[in-house]
Structures are given as C-alpha cells and as structure tokens.
C-alpha cells in the first residue's frame, strides 16, 4: 500500500502563511504528477495546484499568485506554499501522486494522502 504523508497545516490568521509537505516513496514520485486538493466542508474537493514530472505547473484562478507548488526529487516531497491567506482558503489538502494509464501496459496509478487541516481564522 503506497502511503503518501502530510503534514505543516495549521490554524493561521488571515494574510499569513504556511508550507505544506508532502512525502511519497521514491519508487514513484519521479514518474509522478504531484498535486494538492482541498475540500471545505459542504464542499467537493477540487485541485488547487498541480506539478508533472517535468515541473510544470498549472494553479486553481483562486490561488493564483498567492499558492507556490514546487518538488524537490532527491527528498521524494512536493510542497505548497501558501501565503495571504483568506478565510475561503480553510479546508482540508489533500496530496495526490497519480501517472496516467499506459495503454500498453495498463500500468498507472492514483493515490491520496490522509489530508491536513488548514484553518484561516482570527
């Protein structure tokens, strides 16, 4: 069972900031997509950024310019950096490695991680 660990969230004061960190066995990450969800409740879970294997990046229009998804390969770990922080942004993040799958070989996978509470609030 591939286990992927979270961890850095928090309770925060809005306009403050945090770094996420995701941890994911060697054997996949450098062929993985990275990425972070995050759901509120009432709430269905939604991407908030993504990072291929190559390093490109693609962000959710509401954490543009404030979230920063990076990886670093030689610790197997993504990170989210999260700054200015609003209210709206509470949620559990959700990490997520997933490679699509090859139609030859039928291999591919997705997996999640547990989750980590980030809470803005004064």
């Known amino acids: 069972q591939v286990q992927l660990v979270e961890s850095g969230g928090g309770l925060v004061q809005p306009g403050g900031s945090l770094r996420l960190s995701c941890a994911a066995p060697?054997?996949?990450?450098?062929?993985?997509?990275m990425s972070w969800y995050r759901q509120a409740p009432g709430n269905q879970r939604e991407l908030v950024a993504r990072?291929?294997?190559?390093?490109?990046?693609n962000y959710a229009d509401s954490v543009k310019g404030r979230f920063t998804i990076s990886r670093d390969n030689a610790k197997n770990t993504v990170y989210l950096q999260v700054n200015r922080l609003k209210p709206e942004d509470t949620a559990v993040y959700y990490c997520?490695?997933?490679?699509?799958?090859?139609?030859?070989?039928?291999?591919?996978?997705?997996?999640w991680g547990q989750g980590t509470q980030v809470t803005v609030s004064s």
């Open positions: 997520n490695a997933r490679r699509d799958r090859e139609i030859a070989t039928g291999f591919g996978y997705d997996y």
């Open positions: 060697g054997s996949i990450f450098s062929i993985s997509a």
């Open positions: 990072i291929t294997s190559g390093g490109r990046t």
